[in-house]
């Protein structure tokens, strides 16, 4: 069944979904919810605390309008048989669907003093026993009632449930069935069957995940006699000694790692996992360097056609005395220009190609590919990395990541590949100044804001959100640029950039605040990965408890990228202790320890937090352990899959089993 076919599913809710990433039947019932609020009736007492009671409507509801956007609807309520006052605000357009003796289920707060009762929330039935409800991250657009109603509509006639765990590791661990599972973890019976079809989805997700893991290490195992290489060390010694600044011994050691796997006889497959600002790229480009003096091409793909173009800007200019040939392959470019970078790439004109997805363009042909370098590799799903090596014979990979974690989890987490870490930052850099504060502190961080602005300088603001989101008070993309535009009363020029825009636009916006043409910058964390503008020093970030401290270090790392002293201000109410360690280091692999210890076992229903891993349910501090035996038995249905087969075989058959894995 196709979604828009789905009972409820008109234009506008389709519409929606899409913007949730809901596309198919299959996204819609994996999208689990990010809590659930646990409703049970209680006896009527006069405390601060939140109560849910039940009973029935004891007279005629009447609503009175107070002002345009304002309305009050009221009626007495018999429960623990006493009759009470009830009031709720803007729930007017209920009054039609109340009648007397119409069993409710309310929560709000009961003041003995008046005998009232101040209801947050209504429920036209009455909740016999305990009620856990899911609540999913939604948009204004959709309801949660509505997306509850459309969950039960998807499985009603849906056959397409898989279960990836083999059935000798669901009956050894007891799992639910995955349908049984899927019912529990939408519409919970009781907490014990939530609990376990939780840790049936959490497994399964890690257990996918750590199984691709051994099986690409597996498939690398295999790759021997690889490209020949000469020991290019003296060259690159005397390249480096002619940089303009001076390597840390971090990025010395990461192109030690490199030189050796080159001339190793097996696939080069190394991670150079970075903090913000260590210097990666010219690790990059000194690899891409070595590969031209054995007369190879190289290709460095990046997630953004901004970042495209400021590398090869940089590279350029790095290598402007060398006799290197070096071209942008990007989606904005002339056919004709394109056309001419595919035949220079054919024909080997072209040594070192700098691109976006463009890169993966099935007409694009390498003539002598040797080295395929992506960056910020989280960004680009298996199947895209696969495309682009698979352009060459046995082509040497090197992944770059700016997301710093601890080594034990590295080690776990990229258990395929060899690893280099780049832990100190190049001399002249200073630490970003960081400081919390409250939202009735808002003013004093506005007027740091226009020193900045009048000194020359620009100013990052980051919201957690592109839309207003139901029931949650956090900004949102348009709601911050209000504010700020009020606030200065249009004299300062704003930007606005997230996700939902297309390429085309956002890098448009990114290249226009890097010229100067804006003095903030209002955007969602898609600048994570955005341009380095040198005379940003200020980055501002609301509702900052609702992000992960990684991904709240990569967001302060956008500024201090020169000279100038930089500044960062965590706007938050909440969680001042965790928020702490951001103000206490600027060391991005201490700060995820510390995340990792801080966060502990996690809160089962609370808000997943942005700056963990792209999973739907896991949360790998969190679930640590199970990713451990996941990993563990992932390997041994491996090895077990593997007996007594060819690898040809195999291929064909693993293949089916991993092909969702992107």
Known sequence: MELENLKGVGPKTLEALHKLEIYTIDDLINYYPYRYQILKPEKLTNTDMVLTIVGKIENTPKVVYIKRNLNRLTFRFITNEKIINVTLFNRGFLKDQLAIGQDLTLTGKYNAKTNSFVASDIRLKKIEDTLIEPKYHLIKEIKNNLFLKLIDEAMKNYEGITDYIPQTLSESYHFLSKDSALKEIHKPTNMQLLKKAQLKFIYEELFI??????????????????????????????????????????????????????????????????????????????????????????????????????????????????????????????????????????????????????????????????????????????????????????????????????????????????????????????????????????????????????????????????????????????????????????????????????????????????????????STTVIEIGIDVGNATMMIIFNAERFGLATLHQLRGRVGRSSLTSYCYLISNYEKERLQVLKESNDGFYISQKDFELRGEGDLFGSKQSGDMSFKIANVQRDYKILLQAKKDSDIYLKSLLAGKTFNNFYNEIMKKIDFID
């Open 209 to 522: 995940f750590t199984f691709k893991i051994n099986y690409l290490k597996y498939k690398n195992s295999l790759e021997h006699d690889f490209l020949k290489r000469t020991n290019q060390k003296q060259l690159i010694e005397t390249f480096i000694n002619d940089l303009p600044f001076t390597l840390t011994f971090d990025q010395q050691t990461a192109i030690d790692d490199i030189l050796q796997d080159f001339i190793h006889p097996k696939r080069m497959n190394r991670l150079i996992l970075g903090d913000v600002g260590s210097g990666k790229t010219i690790v990059a480009f000194t690899a891409m360097y070595a590969n031209y003096l054995d007369n190879y091409q190289s290709v460095l793909m990046v997630p953004t056609e901004i970042l495209a173009k400021q590398h090869y800007e940089n590279i350029k200019n790095l290598f402007s005395k060398y006799s290197l040939n070096i071209k942008l392959l990007i989606g904005n470019m002339q056919k004709s220009e394109k056309q001419q970078i595919l035949e220079d790439v054919k024909n080997h004109k072209i040594d070192i190609l700098i691109g976006t997805h463009a890169v993966l363009n099935e007409e694009l042909e390498f003539a002598n590919l040797g080295l395929v370098i992506t960056d910020e590799q989280h960004r680009f799903g298996v199947n895209q990395r696969n495309n682009l090596q698979n352009k060459g014979q046995k082509v040497d990979v090197i992944y770059l990541s700016a997301t710093p974690i601890p080594r034990t989890y590295a080690l776990t987490l990229y258990g395929d590949m060899d690893t280099s870490i780049i832990k100190t930052k190049p001399k002249g850099r200073k630490e970003v100044v960081t400081e919390i504060k409250k939202e009735s502190e808002l003013k004093e961080v506005l007027f740091k804001v226009l020193e900045e602005i009048k000194a020359g300088h620009q100013v990052y603001v980051v919201a957690p959100s592109i839309l207003d989101s139901e029931g949650m008070e956090i900004e949102n993309v348009d709601s911050l640029k209000e504010k700020f535009t009020k606030a200065f009363k249009g004299i300062v020029k704003i930007g606005i950039l997230h996700g939902k825009q297309k390429a085309k636009d956002k890098d448009n916006v990114l290249q226009d605040f890097a010229n100067k043409k804006y003095n903030i910058l209002i």
